[in-house]
């Protein structure tokens, strides 16, 4: 779910939907966290350190407060490494 809601946010970035993206962005945030969660796996620190900055910045995209492309750019790319990472860390080992 993680990965779908980080889709939805570049889509509507790029339709200059902050309020959605944002919206998006906090809930692609949310599922990682409960991802992370679900695997009994304790975060690693730059992915939870990703969880937290998006959440935070999330709600400012929503709130209108003016961030800029490139903050926003920032926490979208941040989220999406946070994705992988996390995604990486539960693979099967071959």
Known sequence: MAKQYHALTEAAHEKDDDNLAGQYMRAAAEHLAHAVAWTGRQAEKATADAIDVVR???????????????????????????????????????
Do not use: C, N, Q, Y
């Open 56 to 94: 935070s910045g999330a709600g400012k995209l929503v709130e209108g407060s003016g961030w800029t492309a490139v903050e926003g750019g920032k926490l979208f790319s941040d989220l999406g490494k946070a994705i992988e990472r996390a995604g990486k860390s539960v693979e099967p080992h071959k």
